[in-house]
């Protein structure tokens, strides 16, 4: 384990040579270049609860809205107001435009155009409470694979865009979750009494951690 500045509700690593990490704590936003050892806050005006990354820039979303900034930005922009607090926002490949997020309401949301024009997603079947998303872009030609943590409510997935979600029925309470598109096998979702890692689609699942209340978990692209 390393120390933090602060508890972080998002954490993302940025596709970089280095892999620096990337902490939302809400008031604050902080980078590390070296794995988690050291911590320097990020300036910006709006806080943050949720982070994520797309080709050159990171995206963060909170209270005051989305922020959006260089990898090694010496500040974040401006927050832009959307239709709803975002609290939550993962990209399904950093290598597209697109993003998804969770409001502080439990909404699902989809912006197609790097963080502008946000829209609300029908989301069927997904229940309140939802917390945190985790996104992967499968075949280029098929629909981005969504998934939703709901807290006490479980794990959810949706393969159709956000259309409609079922249940992922071997995942237990999640409070967040992580996928990526190097392994599309991998899933890893943090419990209330720890962390948990599938490797065959959320078909079963191995508790990997016994940590509790974890409330960020990220892959490292590389």
């Known amino acids: 384990p390393v120390s933090m500045p602060r508890p972080a509700s998002g954490l993302a690593v940025a596709p970089d040579f280095a892999g620096t990490i990337w ?4 008031k604050k936003v902080y980078r590390s270049r070296d794995g988690g050892h050291t911590w320097r806050r990020v300036p ?3 806080g ?3 982070v994520a990354f797309l080709s050159t ?3 963060t979303v ?3 809205g989305v922020q959006v900034g260089g990898f090694g930005a010496p500040s974040l922009g401006i927050p832009r107001k959307v239709e709803a607090p975002l609290v939550a926002v993962a990209t399904p490949y950093y290598r597209t435009s697109r993003l998804y997020a969770v409001d502080s309401a439990g909404h699902l949301w989809v912006s197609v155009r790097n963080a502008h024009r946000w829209a609300r997603l029908r989301a069927s079947g997904l229940p309140a409470g939802a917390v945190a ?3 992967i872009r499968a075949d280029v030609h098929r629909p981005d694979v969504i998934y939703v943590a709901c807290g006490a409510a479980g794990l959810w997935r ?3 865009f956000g259309a409609t979600f079922k249940r992922i029925p071997r995942a237990g309470p999640a409070t967040a979750v992580a996928a990526t598109t190097d392994d599309q096998k991998l899933l ?3 419990s209330p009494t720890g962390i948990e890692l599938s490797k065959n689609f959320g078909r079963s699942f191995t508790q990997v951690a016994s940590v509790a209340g974890v409330g960020a978990i990220a892959f490292d692209l590389r």
Do not use: I, N, W
């Not at 902490?23 to 809400?26: E, K, P, S, V």
């Open 44 to 46: 910006g005006r709006g």
């Open 23 to 26: 902490a939302a704590t809400g």
């Open 133 to 135: 998303v985790a996104a």
């Open 57 to 59: 820039h990171v995206v």
């Open 62 to 64: 909170g209270p005051e």
């Open 188 to 190: 890893l979702v943090a």
């Open 48 to 50: 943050a609860t949720g």
């Open 158 to 160: 949706s393969k159709d």
